[in-house]
């Protein structure tokens, strides 16, 4: 009866320590099963210090179970130096340009300004020398019915002179011409005989002459005499005769290219 009593004893024992051990090794897989369900990758795992990973409440605890160390806040330390550094810099730099460029915006406006100005300038002077030119343009009218030569500045009669003109058969020649020829002390060759009349005060051609018209052969223009007794009459061969003063005074008021009209 003892005997009997121990073995279901033993058997007790021995089912609750087989039963303990099954359990234990249960319990186990369940934690590894738990653990492994928990883990995740190295590449999800927040590691630069400072940074919080989002996540479930297990992987919250995983990623930030380590803090960062002293020299890692030190060098986030500089990190962060250096950038305020580099955006002083810039705002600095910016400072900088808006100040440089406000000089030079206003030196852009003012050259333009001035360009501006001189472009004004130049038409301005442009039109007054138009002006000019045209006001102070000289030009001689002869008018053969009152025997007498006038020298115009723009609109106004500055000079008027006496004259004689081509007689009959050797009519001064009408129309609008331009100054040709000029000459002191000229030598006069005769039109009809040819005879040469060397230059001075007595000669048929006075002291200046002013030729306007030439057919290739003769010529046609102003000139002194010394024979003034005859001014106001037709007695030239075309040209027109005048005081060596007066045409001394008219060789003076024209040029090259000074307009003449002679009109009736």
Known sequence: MAMV???????????????????????????????????????????RPGDVYTGSLGET??????PPTKTSQRASQTKSSVTESHN?????NQNVALT????????KNTSSGEEKKSIFSQI???NK?????GSNQK????????RRTYVYQGDLVVASYPIAVGKKGWETPTGTFVVDDMQHDPIWRHPITGKVFPAGSD????????????????????????????????????????RNADVRLLYDQVGIGTTVVVRE
């Not at 440089?100 to 030196?107: D, W």
């Open 124 to 126: 301005f002077q442009q």
């Open 88 to 92: 002083n810099a810039d705002t600095v």
């Open 100 to 107: 440089t460029n406000t000089p030079q915006k206003s030196q």
């Open 203 to 242: 000669s048929p051609l006075g002291e200046r002459w002013i030729g306007f018209w030439s057919d290739g052969r003769n010529q046609i223009g102003f000139h002194g005499t010394p024979d003034v007794h005859l001014l106001g009459t037709a007695i030239s061969h075309g040209c027109l005769r005048m």
């Open 139 to 146: 030009q001689v009218v002869v008018d053969l019915s009152d």
């Open 5 to 47: 009593k121990n073995e279901s004893l033993a058997r007790t024992v021995m089912f609750i320590c087989f039963g303990t051990a099954i359990l234990s090794v249960a319990i186990h897989w369940r934690i590894t099963t738990t653990q492994g369900q928990f883990k995740k990758p190295a590449s999800t795992v927040v590691s």
């Open 61 to 66: 605890a995983f990623g930030a179970s380590t």
């Open 129 to 133: 020398s138009s002006n000019q030119s």
